[in-house]
């Protein structure tokens, strides 16, 4: 484990200046099997508790890590808050299909919770966040809610599989990544059933905890229609949503890095997670 100090430092867009944190880095959550699965851990100066967010990577279930450049753009955001903040690796494909990073992303939960004291986290102010694959999983394991979340923030990613499937494929071929994922060749009446299985949508119900949606206009990945769906599943269910539109955000919050005009999302997103979790 590596620990290191950041300074104090400026964020752009009017965000509060970021305090001074500890990084602790490649501490290990879990050991499923003898794999080795690590996260980086980003605590504020100060007594605390904290809100804390945990970070999941995209990447398709079969890329990506805690450290991924396609995740890079949160990392200040986060800093900004002056919460306690994870970013952590899971088990992927072709290797560890379905069920194996939904579980690893629970371990990780479970892991900050038991070391809250050591860590400044306020174990019930805690938020799950997740971009593409990584929204999928923040979905699932948020929308079950089995430890007592206070927030799941999703960045383009499918919280109803079978919907997702239908927008985004229709007749066209799977992709292999998600083949290799939930370990599917094609779309049988059994395939149906997984996906609906594996799909947040599922579970929504009075625990889970509020929603915010962030997607952007022209992404292809995850047309933005499906963001329209899942609002109204959400709020049918009962579950407090709030989005974040990106006018003509393609995939990935690395592409909206690129250009000022998409960095629209990041004072709401952190004034949301100022809202919800609190100070």
């Known amino acids: 484990m590596i620990q290191r100090l ?20 490649d501490v290990e959550y ?32 079969n890329a990506g890590t805690k450290q991924a450049s396609f995740i890079k753009p949160l990392f200040p955001l986060l800093d900004s808050t002056g919460y306690s903040w994870f970013t ?18 629970e371990a990780a939960i479970t892991f900050v919770k038991k070391n809250a004291k050591k860590y400044k986290v306020n174990p019930k102010r805690i938020a799950i966040m997740g971009e593409s694959a990584g929204g999928h999983l923040v979905d699932l394991v948020g929308a079950r809610n089995r430890q007592g979340l206070a927030a799941v923030v999703c960045f383009y990613g499918p919280l109803d599989l079978p919907e997702f499937t239908r927008q985004r494929f229709g007749g066209k071929p799977l992709t292999e990544n998600m083949k290799q994922f939930f370990q599917i060749d094609e779309m049988s009446p059994a395939a149906w059933m997984k996906l609906k299985e594996a799909s947040g949508s599922t579970y929504l119900s009075r625990k889970t905890p509020p929603f915010l949606l962030i997607n952007g206009t022209k992404d292809e990945a ?38 000022p005009k998409f960095h629209t999302y990041k004072k709401p997103l952190v004034d949301w997670l100022r809202k919800t979790l609190g100070q």
């Open 222 to 259: 995850s047309p933005y229609p499906l963001s329209d769906y899942d609002m109204n599943l959400l709020q049918a269910k009962g579950v407090k949503v709030e989005r974040i539109t990106v006018a003509d955000g393609v995939h990935g919050v690395v592409n909206w890095e690129k250009d």
């Open 30 to 61: 879990s050991g499923p099997g003898g794999f080795s699965l690590k996260l980086d851990a980003h605590i504020p100066q100060g007594n605390g508790p904290f809100p804390a967010v945990i970070l999941v990577h995209g990447g398709g279930w």
């Open 6 to 25: 950041i300074p104090f430092a400026a964020l752009s867009l009017c965000l509060q200046a970021q305090p001074a944190y500890s990084v602790f880095e």
């Open 88 to 105: 952590i690796d899971y088990r992927l494909v072709p290797k560890h299909p379905y069920p194996a990073a939904v579980d690893d992303v």
